[in-house]
C-alpha cells in the first residue's frame, strides 16, 4: 500500500526561481526527458556551495523520475548536510517525501513537520508514525485532516486526506470507519487504487477473524463436547471436526496471501490471535 504519493513531487519545481538551470531542469522533466534531467538533478546535488532550491528542484525530478530511489541516498544526504540551517528548514517536506519513498520510516520522523500545512504533509507525516506504530504521536494528525477535510473542495486533497484517515482507523481496528473513508476515495482518481486494495483487504482481516473464531471454536467442541453416537458412527464426530478445521485452515491460507499475518496488525489485529 506505501508507494511514492501522486503529487509528491510537482512537475513545475523552483517556480519563481532566477535560477536558469532550475528552468532547464523544470523544461526536461516537462518534456518527459528522463536522462538530461536526472543528470542535471545530479549536478546540482554535487554542487560545493548548493542552494536550497535546487536542492528541492533536483530532489523533486529524482522522486518522480529515478528507476533506483536507494541509489541516490549518498548523494542526497551529503548535498542535504551542506545546506545551511535555513535551507535545510526549506527543504524540509521534500526530505519526509524522500525517506517515506525509501520506507526509512525512522528518518522520515525526523522530518516531520511542526505544522503540517497541506494534505500532502499530513498524509506523509500519518504514514511515518503509522509504520512506526506511534499512535499517540498519529492521532493529533487526525483532527488536522478532518478540519482541513471540512475546508476543502479539491479532490486531490479531499482524497489524501482520506487515504490518512482510512489508514489512522483501520490501525486501530476501526474498520468500520476506515472502510467509510476508503469508500469515499475510491470514487477519486488520485488514491482510488490505495482505497480499492484497502478496502479488499478489510474484507480479508473480517475473513480471517471468523476463521480464527472458527478455529478456536472447533478447539472448545473437542475439550468440551460427547459424541452421542460414538456407538453408532464410532469416530464420526472427530472426522467431522477435522475436516471442518482443513476447511476452515484453506480459507486461511488463502486470505493470508491477500493480508499476511505480519501485516494484521495494520488493521489493528494481533496475529498470534487464532
Not at 523552483?14 to 523544461?27: A, K, V
Not at 504514514?127 to 498519529?138: F, G, I, Q, T, W
Not at 464420526?236 to 505480519?262: M, S, W
Amino acid at each position: 500500500m506505501n508507494k511514492r504519493q501522486p503529487g509528491q513531487a510537482p512537475g513545475k519545481i523552483g517556480q519563481g526561481s532566477n535560477t536558469s538551470r532550475i528552468t532547464e531542469l523544470n523544461g526536461y522533466c516537462e518534456l518527459g526527458m528522463k536522462g538530461e534531467a536526472l543528470r542535471l538533478a545530479r549536478h546540482f546535488l554535487k554542487r560545493t556551495e548548493i542552494k536550497p532550491n535546487e536542492f528541492d528542484a533536483a530532489l523533486g525530478v529524482i522522486l518522480i523520475q529515478a528507476d533506483r530511489l536507494k541509489a541516490w541516498r549518498p548523494l542526497v544526504e551529503s548535498a542535504y548536510a551542506r545546506l545551511g540551517d535555513r535551507g535545510k528548514r526549506m527543504v524540509q517536506r521534500r526530505m519526509l517525501g524522500f525517506y517515506n519513498s525509501l520506507y526509512d520510516w525512522e528518518s522520515a520522523c525526523q522530518f516531520v513537520p511542526a505544522r503540517q500545512t497541506s494534505p500532502l504533509d499530513l498524509l506523509m507525516s500519518m504514514e511515518a508514525m503509522l509504520n512506526l506504530k506511534k499512535l499517540d504521536a498519529a492521532k493529533p494528525l487526525v483532527e488536522k485532516c478532518w478540519r482541513m477535510f471540512d475546508k476543502t473542495n479539491d479532490k486531490f486533497a479531499m482524497s489524501a486526506l482520506l487515504e490518512a484517515l482510512a489508514r489512522y482507523y483501520a490501525q486501530i481496528g476501526q474498520l468500520e470507519i476506515a472502510e467509510k473513508c476508503w469508500q469515499r476515495s475510491a470514487t477519486i482518481e488520485d488514491y482510488a487504487h490505495n482505497a480499492i486494495t484497502g478496502l479488499v483487504e478489510i474484507e480479508a482481516v473480517r475473513g480471517w477473524l471468523y476463521v480464527a473464531a472458527g478455529l478456536r471454536q472447533i478447539q472448545e467442541f473437542r475439550k468440551s463436547g460427547v459424541d452421542k453416537n460414538a456407538i453408532i458412527l464410532p469416530r464420526n464426530r472427530g472426522g467431522l471436526l477435522n475436516e471442518g478445521e482443513q476447511h476452515l485452515k484453506r480459507y486461511r491460507r488463502a486470505l493470508e496471501k491477500i493480508v499476511p499475518p505480519d501485516e494484521l496488525w495494520r488493521f489493528g489485529v494481533n496475529s498470534a490471535f487464532d
